[in-house]
């Protein structure tokens, strides 16, 4: 599995990424959105078994405007107020707008890599979110769309992202954990009822029993088995939408 760490020029700045794919002819191109902890080797497991599929598959660090910081360890990080406070300011700091914005510039990055057709996204925690807004910022190329564990996907926020569910062309899956405070069974009804409203391909999935985190190798709530609900999931998803 080859991967590479380059720079992003994006409007703001310079983000840093790592491109992973095999050395097989890549079907399609995937953008990775990370959780709260940045990028780091439990995201690298997971991105290295999607290029393992054939995808050529970027993990950006959407953090990249506040320079240094971490690392984070997962398990921890939010049980400790000066980790926490630290997360949050960074969370707070990278608005779902920016993250919509630099989407265009990580487009361009896997179109400078030879992967100009269709592309998916997925995203963890905060990524979820992301993951869904971009795909209503670039609906031209973006075909599908997965959130796990997403929190705030049907808030009061201007930017939540039912609110774009027009803009979508992408087929999109959601998985939620069984009980998640950060995305209640209220935001998901909401949210079905925008995706339905505007002739979304979806699915809103909820995996009893499973913590918010619970797809990440590197969560104190990972589920072996559930993590493996959930590459079936998107793997079908990618296959059916990227070809």
């Known amino acids: 599995m080859a991967k590479r760490e380059f720079k992003i020029s994006t409007p703001d700045g310079i983000a840093g990424a790592g491109l992973f794919r095999s050395v097989d002819k890549t079907r399609a191109g995937v953008i990775l959105y990370m959780d709260a902890f940045g990028p780091r080797p439990a995201l690298d497991q997971m ?54 914005r630099d989407t265009g510039a990580f487009i361009e990055a896997l179109a400078a890599e030879g992967i100009s057709g269709p592309i998916g996204t997925v995203g963890y925690c905060m990524g979820g979110s992301r993951a869904l807004n971009a795909a209503a910022a670039h609906p031209d190329r973006i075909v599908a769309a997965a959130s796990f564990h997403g929190g705030n996907l049907a808030s009061d926020a201007p930017d939540s992202p039912h609110r774009n569910a ?78």
């Open 47 to 100: 991105a290295e078994r999607l290029a393992g599929q054939g995808y050529a598959v970027l993990v950006p660090d959407l953090f990249y405007r506040a320079g240094a910081y971490g690392p984070f360890d997962a398990k921890t990080a939010f049980a400790e107020e000066k980790t926490r406070a630290e997360l949050r300011a960074l969370i707070g700091g990278t608005t779902q707008a920016m993250t919509m």
């Open 166 to 243: 027009a803009r979508l062309k992408a087929r999109v899956y959601v998985g939620s954990a069984g009980v998640d405070g950060s995305f209640p069974p209220e935001q998901s009804a909401l949210l079905a009822e925008a995706l339905r409203s505007a002739g979304v391909d979806h699915i809103i999935e909820n995996y009893v029993g499973m913590g918010h985190g619970w797809c990440v190798p590197d969560h104190g709530v990972y589920d072996a088995a559930g993590a493996e609900r959930h590459w079936k999931r998107l793997l079908t998803l990618f296959d059916e939408t990227l070809g």
